[in-house]
T-cell receptor, first 123, second 113 residues
Framework: EAGVAQSPRYKIIEKRQSVAFWCNPI?????LYWYQQILGQGPKLLIQ????????DSQLPKDRFSAERLKGVDSTLKIQPAKLEDSAVYLC?????????????????????FGPGTRLLVL | AQKVTQAQTEISVVEKEDVTLDCVYE???????LFWYKQPPSGELVFLIR??????QNEISGRYSWNFQKSTSSFNFTITASQVVDSAVYFC??????????FGGGTRLMVKP
């Protein structure tokens, strides 16, 4: 089974420029997540989609960050304009949650599966 | 509010030693889920285990074992007979039903030959 795909793997931009990241989740996964992981820290959720709707974007800096998942499959995360403190790894994850008929005790279904991440450096 | 604390930022052991990674969590929910993820140098987070709050049975998978104690809000992870390939950053995480994952700060494990 193919995992979560992300591109690009690396990106270097100057501050005030724009950048976009792409994510394709595991086939059939209803829920998609974007995380920001600053060096030396644990990942922090930016936004969570279930199908094409936003479930949680409370930690997304909406003045500069935006994300969409128009067809409920792949997703893009954009930063405009970028700041130095946006340098981080941006991780995309997906999970099966939200499908009709999910068992009460679903075993690994509530696990989030992560992509390789996009490492962003803002100069 | 939810919080996950991994007090050990870095652990160094020699190959074949046993090592335990500590995880303490805080939540007001009665139903929640705990996870461990491994992040090798390649950067990808690898799912290791999920545990429900209503299931305190400990689990063993090969050299890995997990000790969940609700009374102390801990979910510790032990690697028996560690190997160099176990070197990575390990994250403990907490998830409420239908909600986001809250990660701890991670523990960097270095296994030396």
């Amino acid at each position: 089974e193919a995992g979560v795909a992300q591109s690009p793997r690396y990106k270097i931009i100057e501050k005030r420029q724009s950048v976009a990241f792409w994510c394709n989740p595991i086939s059939g996964h209803a829920t998609l997540y974007w995380y920001q992981q600053i060096l030396g820290q644990g990942p922090k959720l930016l936004i969570q989609f279930q199908n094409n709707g936003v479930v949680d974007d409370s930690q997304l800096p909406k003045d500069r960050f935006s994300a969409e998942r128009l067809k409920g499959v792949d997703s893009t995360l954009k930063i405009q304009p970028a700041k130095l403190e946006d340098s981080a790894v941006y991780l995309c994850a997906s999970s099966l949650d939200g499908l009709a008929g999910t068992p009460i005790n679903p075993g690994p279904l509530l696990a989030q599966y992560f992509g390789p991440g996009t490492r962003l450096l803002v100069l | 509010a939810q919080k996950v604390t991994q007090a050990q930022t870095e652990i160094s052991v020699v190959e074949k030693e046993d090592v335990t990674l500590d995880c303490v969590y805080e939540t007001r929910d009665t139903t929640y889920y705990l996870f461990w993820y491994k992040q090798p140098p390649s950067g990808e987070l690898v799912f290791l285990i999920r545990r429900n709050s209503f299931d305190e049975q400990n689990e063993i998978s090969g050299r890995y074992s997990w000790n969940f104690q609700k009374s102390t809000s801990s979910f510790n992870f032990t690697i028996t007979a560690s190997q160099v390939v176990d070197s990575a950053v390990y994250f403990c995480a907490l998830r409420r039903a239908g909600n986001m994952l809250t990660f701890g700060g991670g523990t960097r494990l270095m296994v030396k030959p």
